[in-house]
């Protein structure tokens, strides 16, 4: 990796809101009035927050799939001392929106790299769903197309983490459904619609229950939503609790391992043969 070029300017990776302007960070706002230059997702939809903000700067347009020579140019600027910030039209860039390439390119060239962070989504739905958060992914955008999906669904079948996706309203319906087809009707999760909006709504039911839920009022079905699903049960092996499985190694001392397993599961409640098959484990001979 090449050294820092201390004589370039920075490139200011900044979020802006996902709906409610109140949202704006003071540093976003202070960072896009004093860049030399704005890359914007759609510089048209961007032009209301800066016009909102005050913010005089002048703007350009970018995306992942602009050419070549546009990130060029960009990062021309850069080299030359010129300040930019990258926005898209609502959140953090990079997320499920466009910027990686640019943010990719600037490194590899050794410039520096700043982000301006703030709302995002998945972060926003994750703090508010009352879901597990320690351990989570993002699987972004479902595919379109129900074959492409339901092969995406089923690669996930036995994560145990919360699973996030971001989904539009002209493919909710037929996502839930998929959903609920691949992860089964009682599988819960978690429907988070227009946050920071009017409309917010934040709805938590099993998957057979939300579909119900979303196909009976057509207005849950508008809007930007964003969907954490549970994680499947751990696997049996890891479902033995470290209490549970201290009391299978006391009993094992004195009794045989289907007299340990069969005592154990009445007090604990754990399944018999799941402790049989670990007491097993335990009393084999050491190597
Ligand atoms: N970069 C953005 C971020 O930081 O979250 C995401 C951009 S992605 C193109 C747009 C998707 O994000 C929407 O289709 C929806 O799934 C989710 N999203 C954006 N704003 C939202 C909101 N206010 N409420 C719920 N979901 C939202």
Redesign the pocket.
């Known amino acids: 990796m090449s050294e820092l070029d201390n004589t370039a300017a920075s490139l200011f990776v900044v979020?802006t809101p996902?709906?409610n302007l109140g949202d704006m960070t003071a540093r976003a706002i202070e960072v896009l009035r004093t860049v030399d230059l704005i890359a914007a997702e759609d510089t048209r939809h961007s032009a209301r927050l800066m016009q909102h903000f005050a913010i005089t700067t002048r703007m350009t347009s970018y995306h992942d799939f602009s050419d070549d020579a546009r990130v060029d140019s960009l990062l021309a600027n850069l080299q030359a001392g010129q300040s930019i910030a990258l926005i898209?039209?609502?959140?953090?860039?990079l997320?499920?929106?466009p910027g990686y390439r640019l943010v990719q390119r600037a490194r590899e060239a050794g410039l520096k790299v700043v982000p301006i962070p703030g709302?995002?989504?998945?972060t926003a739905?994750l703090s508010a769903a009352g879901v597990p958060s320690d351990r989570f992914i993002f699987e972004g955008f479902p595919a379109a197309k129900r074959s492409g999906r339901q092969k995406h669904f089923a690669a996930l079948v036995e994560e145990t983490r919360t699973i996030i996706f971001?989904?539009?309203p002209h493919r909710i319906l037929e996502s839930l459904a998929d959903m609920r087809e691949v992860f089964g009707a009682q599988r819960q999760a978690v429907i988070?619609?227009?946050?920071?909006?009017t409309f917010e709504t934040i709805h938590l039911d099993t998957l057979e229950a939300l579909e119900v839920w979303i196909r009976e009022d057509a207005n849950r079905q508008r809007?930007?939503?964003?969907v954490l699903l549970k994680g499947a049960p751990p696997s049996e092996g890891e479902a033995i609790d470290a209490e549970t499985l201290r009391l299978l190694e006391i009993l094992l001392e004195t009794m045989s391992v289907k007299q340990a397993a069969a005592l154990a599961a009445r007090i604990s409640g754990v399944k018999k043969n799941l402790l049989y098959e670990r007491a097993l484990q335990l009393s084999s001979p050491k190597e």
């Open positions: 979020a996902i709906g898209s039209d609502a959140g953090t860039p997320i499920s929106d709302v995002c989504a998945l739905a971001y989904e539009s988070c619609r227009e946050l920071t909006k809007g930007e939503f964003v």
